[in-house]
């Protein structure tokens, strides 16, 4: 590939948001459940029938669909989006609309170092459009992906008792607990986000805030994707932090 066609190909703007609108009218799972002609496609997806041949034509030449004699299939690329699991990581009817929003604001971000968005704006947002409950969905599959290695990549046989801070649902540390029956689990987050956890036999739910107040002493305390969202002097503080509260030494002024 020539350097020309290798810059076309990283600038391309066209084929993600093709992928994208194509998952959030849900496409693939229309084509998956015997939907296969332009027409059947537009009416089950609510579509344009000429805007949408338009995406499909685009999609099919990026390998996401097939076309032949007016009937579409989807290619194993387009099945990776059928049903749950992926297809909600494209879904622009519900959270991942703010964060493709973010993006715009990149430029923002590097001119001046700071986040496009703070976090205080995208969590308002998730609360006045709804998808509260969406994002949290998400968040847990990503979770529970990621507990699933840890509680097998992780040594925890000299570990009695884990704490995951910032922890949100709960879902890593009761993953934890259930591959490892001789652990106890305590998941830490602020008040508002444990609100809905209950507690259960071997599984804490205590409510704080991690900058302020000082961490449940354990064995182990898990910080599961909470560093990424920090510049490094935050996550710097944040590290420090939690090597006082392990230390015994921890105060708010700290």
Do not use: C
């Not at 992906?145 to 046989?157: I, R």
């Not at 107040?213 to 898990?222: G, K, M, R, S, T």
């Amino acid at each position: 590939m020539d350097a020309r066609a290798r810059l076309r190909e990283l600038s391309d703007l066209a084929t993600p948001w093709a992928v994208w609108i194509a998952t959030t009218l849900a496409l693939p799972d229309h084509i998956h459940a015997g939907a296969t002609t332009l027409d059947e496609l537009a009416a089950a997806a609510g579509a344009d029938p000429d805007a949408l041949r338009r995406l499909l034509a685009l999609l099919v030449a990026r390998g996401v669909f097939t076309e032949s004699d007016g009937v579409y299939a989807n290619t194993e690329v387009a099945e990776l989006l059928v049903g749950g699991g992926w297809r909600s990581w494209f879904d622009l009817d519900g959270a991942p609309a703010i964060w493709a929003e973010s993006w715009a604001r990149l430029l923002q971000a590097v001119r001046t170092g700071s986040p496009g968005r703070d976090e205080g704006w995208y969590y308002a947002e998730l609360a006045r459009t709804g998808q509260g409950e969406h994002f949290d969905a998400l968040m847990e599959a990503q979770v529970r992906a990621n507990a699933e290695q840890l509680a097998t990549a992780y040594d925890w046989g000299g570990v009695e008792h884990v704490v995951d801070v910032g922890g949100g649902t709960g879902t890593l540390v009761r993953t934890l607990l259930a591959v490892h029956p001789h652990l106890r689990g305590t998941l830490y987050d602020q008040s508002q986000v444990v609100a809905g956890a209950e507690p259960a036999e071997r599984f804490e739910v205590v409510g704080g805030d991690f900058l302020v107040d000082p961490l449940p002493a354990a064995d182990v305390h898990v910080l599961s994707q909470i560093l990424h969202g920090w510049p490094d002097e935050g996550a710097g503080l944040i590290l420090s932090r939690w090597r006082k509260w392990r230390a015994g030494s921890f105060s708010s002024r700290a």
